[in-house]
């Protein structure tokens, strides 16, 4: 069964599909970017920076993260 969505990010509607379950075997466990054109369906690398697709509210996490790890210095710069 796979799972297609749709999700945005700056203003723009991207899709995303995912394996949801499979006759036998495993299957992948990740959420991958889908790209539909004349040259066909294209499926890229994994969403791994971010998370919410599934849930309908997406956010870029790397962001989150590094503004977090940033040291906080008071604007001292």
Same mark, same amino acid.
């Given at each position: 069964m =796979?799972? *297609?969505?749709?999700?945005?990010?700056?203003?723009t509607v991207r899709?995303?599909?995912?394996? =949801?379950?499979k006759?036998?075997g495993? @299957?992948? @466990?990740?959420?991958?970017?889908?790209?539909?054109?004349?040259?066909?369906i294209?499926?890229?690398?994994? *969403?791994a920076?971010?998370?919410g697709? =599934?849930?309908?509210?997406?956010?870029?996490?790397d =962001?989150?993260?590094?503004?977090?790890?940033?040291?906080?210095?008071?604007g001292?710069?």
């Amino acid at each position: 069964m =796979l799972l *297609l969505r749709f999700f945005e990010v700056a203003g723009t509607v991207r899709r995303a599909i995912s394996a =949801l379950k499979k006759r036998s075997g495993p @299957h992948e @466990h990740t959420i991958r970017e889908m790209q539909m054109s004349p040259q066909g369906i294209q499926i890229g690398e994994q *969403l791994a920076g971010f998370t919410g697709i =599934l849930s309908g509210t997406p956010e870029y996490r790397d =962001l989150q993260e590094r503004q977090s790890e940033e040291p906080n210095d008071g604007g001292k710069r």
